[in-house]
Nanobody, 126 residues
Framework: QVQLVESGGGLVQTGGSLRLSCAAS????????MAWFRQAAGKEREFVAA????????YYTDFVKGRFTISSDNAKNTVYLQMNSLKPEDTAVYYC???????????????????WGQGTQVTVSS
């Protein structure tokens, strides 16, 4: 069992920044990879970024490269998503996800993740 709780969402103006946090608890030692997904109103949930347990390998969608940074603090069992140069198109509910499945899986695929947080709302005003 892994429990994930996101925080840090809110309202920000275009060009502003936010840092999202995802606190993990439970069997965190079994987590292979952590990721952030987002879902805008009326749209499918989409991949944003992922990080390996060691923090040595990261993945990003092309839409956020150069603006968002995923990082982790294993001592705190927490992953972060630093979001800079925010755009109205970034408005969505952001979800944290954990992959605890054995073996190799696709970092960008929703099906690779078996635990999800409740989500935190990010709204970017124009």
């Amino acid at each position: 069992q892994v429990q994930l709780v996101e925080s840090g969402g809110g309202l920000v103006q275009t060009g502003g920044s936010l840092r999202l946090s995802c606190a993990a608890s439970g069997r965190t030692f079994s987590t292979n990879r952590m990721a952030w997904f987002r879902q805008a109103a009326g749209k499918e949930r989409e991949f944003v970024a992922a990080i390996s347990r060691s923090g040595g390998v990261t993945y990003y969608t092309d839409f956020v490269k150069g603006r968002f940074t995923i990082s982790s603090d294993n001592a705190k069992n927490t992953v972060y998503l630093q979001m800079n140069s925010l755009k109205p198109e970034d408005t969505a509910v952001y979800y944290c996800a954990a992959d605890t499945k054995p073996g190799v899986s696709a970092a960008r695929a929703m099906g690779s993740y078996d635990y999800w947080g409740q989500g935190t709302q990010v709204t970017v005003s124009s």
